[in-house]
């Protein structure tokens, strides 16, 4: 087979004369190869934008676009493997081998997918085809997916691309051998993905150089060139994205800022060049032209240092990978150091967040330094790339978070406008730290706490901060999620520890703990070993089990709770061989036989789906109730043969052993936000762009099928003590969750606690929501921070990692068991305690029944018992007149009188019910506007609101009520009113409140629910006289400002009742 004949040092191929449409092709560049296996095996290759997901090997590229990419994707029914001959015809022996390409990715075969797929590099010194030979591999010139969650589909291989370099060392490639190299696809579970390479280039080094020495009759002193002509670094960049010197020949004279040669350390892994910057002296006075450039000496031969003074000779160009352009000198023909050690450039100082990332343009290249506090928001790529997404604080920060970067939806209510607003500033927060390096897979992760390798006893979490950054801003690897620019650190960064591991898990108190813990696909093959099948999940061999299984059992003994709801654990049964079975089997072997048992609903399988929800449970402490059943919701949302099918939910009342009190769990694991296929933007499961992702709708109705099933009491048990748990896959705000609290379920957890992160931006999926009576039993409810905050790189995986970091980055411990945080909840069970929710009381649990689902209008609240009557003044609700007014819960006294007063009047006002105080007969009128004028006249009104303007008492009155000041429509509106006379303060307060619409109203909800759970502890515990006078008042009214989107806990309001004087 015709070769590659290298009779100099250096060969490149770009793969543009591939055919780029038309019919399949069999051309070649000269001494390049594909082997096709299986049933569709043919000898043409396909053409392809990523779109087709047939096996092939493929020329990829835009739509007749010349630009190609060799590449194949892998089927059942076709293997593809790529690769190309050589022959060393350079006339010396090479040991070495520089090879470097651009991977690219054209098509997402499969969302969430648990490991990436890949182009395994391999190279042989004795074969004649690429099926014949010896194969070595090296995994460091390996191609792996840069995505591997999202849309499935073709995707622009342009901008999903890494460049990949390495050398091969310790060869003897004599003159006239040959060597082969290949790339095979490697096996993907579910459909692979559309892979290619291109920009191959292949270096012969440390051949004999042959010196032409010069002879006896030869003039031995040549004429010396005269000094080239330097251009300034500022000429070269120009104002724009791209230089305006592009294929011209220049020569630069600058100091080494960043020094990133291939023959410094790690060898052949850095970025193969350095950054030079101008010196104080010789910038220009154009803010927008960097004074920095990336000199690509591609090996040229002369070492550099930083605070070298040197002057380079080569051809300006873009390096373009993904969506960067990075301006350079590649093709260098000098490269001279004039001097050396002296001063660098001031490095530039660049504040966060930024006015637009665009700004960053003007620094390309230049040592910067960030005088702002970043934060750790994403890690996900550290393990595979060294690189860290961090953020500044900004605009965009919520309520009892840090600097990290929040989900949308997690704080905001859905919107378009909102979202694409939310992410433009997002943008403006967020830089990304590299390590300086092009290997994958690097050893050691040199990014990591106080200058220090990470390992698993130095972690580096989510919300570790380092301040002062400086380093080299560069523009290359850039995509939509991360920006286009990174730094790239001249010495090791100092990441302080500012998030600290949680080694134990936080004490909510009470008799019994609840759990909802996702194990992140815990697999145990077939029960025997073999991990072959085609629906396994997880570990990938019996070693990888072990190692997940030791982590997810300390994690679960670490939560020590008595009922604990699995989600994402194999679905093959109940059976001795079962995973469930294999879990139980080892927690018993830690804590004691018989400790655990699971719950078995008495089917084969639950559902159809090869994950599903589970229970397990402490059998000293609780039983599976006696004359109960346990329950599951195979319909409607939840039907299994439902292409939008969720899993099923399994629901269990459980009995405490030492108090025979009863409450219900139900155990869910909603659809997940990927596209899963979805292409058709009409189905109203399609991504609508307001933050809550694909299958918002179907995660909707399940919300709706869900709360109408609980509602028939599924386990035979009249109890309305029910706790809904697992992954429900939608964030705080988002439609699936407003369905269940309008149906009332309380969110038990802050809205400020996060489980889960993705694409740097943290929120919660996992949840435990409860209804009135089963709050009322809580003792406190938290998320165990094990998992979101650590990098990923610590997991039970051995792929992906040296031989080294298989053993180094591992242990047993909990953290990174799973890439969700569990919620853990604590109860003291009661049949005395009342329900406060909207579900109902007494001993018949029913709960409203939901419509069926409709388009969500967000523009009025959801209809319910508790946001009537919340949105009601009456003799049921006086905090309704306290809260807006005072931002405290009414005292007993004053709730009485008052009360009274409205009693007396027969008064009933709420337009949220149409009601309009012109339709008041006009004695009840006067009546109304009486007893709000007489308290909004009381001193401690007057002292609240004093003698400032209308603009005061409004943002008062809506922070009072919402959290939050007035928007400016509403702030006009209302100042308009009061001046002109057409509303008092007090008519002001209640028609604001009244009302109110969208999230204002839960957080008003939450507000007066948890004012009366406020006075019936008090009145319980007999302290109601301690809530008198003016530093009570302050107390109270601090406390309720706390309340936002979650009703305040039994120990948040113990926590207030303490802190009241004594009287």
């Known amino acids: 087979m015709p070769t590659i004949n290298l009779t100099g040092l250096n060969y490149d191929q770009n793969f543009d004369t591939l055919a780029n449409s038309g019919e399949p092709s069999n051309v070649l560049p000269l001494g390049w190869f594909f082997l096709e296996t299986g049933n569709n095996a043919n000898e043409t290759y396909g053409i392809s934008d990523g779109s087709s997901n047939s096996g092939n090997t493929y020329s990829y590229g835009s739509t007749d676009a010349t630009d190609r990419a060799f590449g194949a994707l892998l089927s059942g029914s076709l293997n593809s493997m790529i690769g190309a001959g050589f022959t060393n015809n350079s006339g010396s022996t090479v040991t070495e081998l520089e090879i470097s390409y651009q991977g690219e990715q054209w098509r997402l075969g499969t969302s969430d997918r648990s490991t990436p797929d890949r182009l395994d590099f391999q190279y042989s010194l004795d074969a004649t085809s690429l099926d014949s030979g010896t194969w070595i591999d090296v995994d460091s010139l390996d191609f792996i997916a840069p995505i591997t969650t999202g849309d499935v589909g073709a995707k622009d291989g342009n901008e999903n691309a890494v460049e990949i370099a390495n050398t091969i060392s310790e060869l003897e490639i004599e003159d006239g051998e040959t060597f082969w190299i290949r790339w095979t696809d490697f096996n993907a579970s579910g459909a692979d993905d559309g892979l290619g390479i291109d920009d191959f280039s292949l270096t012969l080094l440390d051949g004999e150089v042959i010196v032409d020495e010069p002879g006896e009759d030869e003039d031995t002193d040549p004429e010396i060139p005269p000094e080239p002509e330097i251009t300034k670094i500022h000429t070269i960049q120009g104002e724009g994205m791209v230089s305006p010197l592009v294929d011209e020949i220049v020569t630069v004279e600058a100091i080494v800022v960043g020094d990133f040669q291939s023959f410094d350390d790690n060898t052949g892994s850095n970025l193969r060049g350095f950054y030079v910057q101008e010196e104080d002296s010789d910038i220009d006075d154009n803010s927008l032209t960097s004074e920095g450039l990336f000199i690509f000496d591609d090996n040229f031969g002369v070492d550099v240092n930083v605070g070298d003074l040197v002057r380079v000779t080569g051809t300006v160009a873009e390096f373009t990978s993904g969506s960067s352009s990075l301006t350079q000198l590649r093709s260098v023909s000098d490269v001279t150091v004039v001097s050396e050690n002296n001063a ?24 910067i330094t960030i005088p702002n506090t970043l934060s750790v928001t994403e890690h996900f790529q550290l393990g595979r790339f060294g690189q860290v997404v961090l953020s500044s604080d900004g605009d965009t920060n919520q309520p009892d978070t840090d600097g990290r970067l929040d989900q949308f939806t997690q704080f905001n209510a859905p919107s378009v406008d909102g979202f694409s607003a939310y992410q433009e500033e997002l943008a403006k927060r967020r830089i990304v730290v590299d390590d300086g390096l092009t290997v994958q897979n690097p050893d050691p992760i040199i990014n990591g706490r106080e200058e220090m390798p990470l390992s698993p006893t130095n972690t580096f979490r989510g919300g570790d901060t380092v301040m002062g950054l400086t380093g080299i801003l560069d523009d290359r690897f850039g995509a939509s999620n991360i920006g286009n620019y990174r730094i790239q650190p001249t010495a090791p960064i100092d990441f302080q520890a500012t998030n600290s591991r949680p080694t134990e898990v936080p004490d909510v108190g009470g008799r019994l703990k609840v759990a909802s813990f996702n194990v992140l696909n815990y697999f145990n093959g077939d029960g025997a070993g073999d991990f072959s099948g085609s629906e396994q999940r997880g570990a990938d061999n019996p070693e990888e089990f072990e190692r997940q299984r030791d982590k997810i059992i300390s994690a679960i003994v670490g939560l020590d709770a008595d009922v604990v709801g699995l989600v994402e654990i194999e679905n093959d049964g109940y059976g001795n061989d079962s995973a469930i079975q294999d879990l139980i089997d080892g927690l018993n072997a830690v804590e004691g036989e018989g400790t655990y048992a ?466």
């Open 598 to 1063: 699971f719950v078995d609903p008495g089917t084969p399988t639950l559902g159809l789906d090869a994950i599903a929800v589970g229970f397990i449970y402490k059998t000293n402490s609780v039983k599976v109730a006696d004359e109960s059943s346990v329950a599951i919701l195979e319909t409607g949302a939840f039907d299994p043969v439902n292409v939008a099918r969720h899993r099923v939910p399994l629901a269990v009342t459980f009995e405490e052993l030492a108090t025979g009190e009863q409450f219900t769990a139900v155990n869910n694991h909603f659809k997940s936000k990927g596209s899963s296929g979805l292409n058709n933007e009409n189905d109203p499961n399609f991504d609508q762009g307001d933050g809550q992702g694909f299958w918002n709708d179907t995660r909707t109705q399940a919300s709706q099928d869900l709360a109408n099933w609980l509602a028939t009491n599924p386990t035979g048990i009249n109890d309305s003590d029910v706790v809904i748990l697992g992954d429900l896959n939608a964030y705080a705000q988002e439609d699936p969750i407003i369905t269940l609290q309008n149906a009332g379920y309380q969110n038990l957890v802050p809205q400020s606690s996060y489980s889960f992160v993705f694409d740097g931006q943290w929120g919660t999926l996992d949840y435990a929501l409860a209804t009135g009576s089963m709050r009322n039993q809580v003792t406190g409810a938290t998320k165990w921070h094990i998992n979101a905050d650590e990098p990923n790189a610590l997991d039970y995986n051995t792929n992906f990692k040296s031989e080294n970091q298989v053993i180094s980055l591992y242990d047993d411990s909990p953290f990174r068991s799973s890439d969700h945080d569990p919620v853990i909840v604590g109860l003291n069970l009661s049949s005395s305690v009342p329900d406060t929710g909207s579900s109902g009381g007494g001993s018949g649990f029913t709960p409203p029944i939901i419509p069926p689902v409709q388009t969500p209008d967000t523009s009025t609240p959801p209809r319910n018992s508790l946001i009537e009557r919340v949105l009601t003044f009456s003799e049921n609700n006086v905090q309704i007149l306290y809260i807006p007014l005072t931002g405290r819960p009414g005292d007993p006294t004053g709730l009485g009188f008052w009360k009274n007063a409205i009693t007396e009047n027969n008064i009933s006002y709420s337009p949220f019910n149409g009601d309009t105080l012109a339709n008041f007969p006009e004695e009840q009128r006067i009546g109304y506007q009486n007893i709000i004028n007489d308290f909004a006249a009381s001193s401690e009104i007057v002292r609240l609101f004093g003698q400032n303007d209308s603009l005061f008492a409004i943002n008062l009155v809506y922070n009072n009520a919402f959290n939050r000041p007035a928007e400016e429509e509403g702030l006009n509106y209302w100042n308009n009113a009061l001046e002109i006379g057409d509303v008092t303060l007090a008519n002001l307060a209640l028609e604001i409140s009244l009302g109110a619409i969208g999230s204002d109203v839960s957080i008003l909800s939450n507000k007066v629910v948890s004012a009366e759970l406020f006075l019936e502890r008090l009145q319980s515990l007999g302290m109601s006289s301690r809530y008198v006078g003016e530093e009570a008042e302050v107390i109270a009214s601090e406390f309720l400002s706390s309340v936002g989107n979650t009703i305040a806990t039994q120990s948040e309001i113990d926590n207030v009742i303490n802190r009241l004087p004594v009287m």
């Open 344 to 367: 660098l450039p001031t490095p530039v100082e660049v504040s966060f967040p930024l006015n637009n990332p665009s700004d960053l343009e003007a620094f390309e290249g230049m040592l």
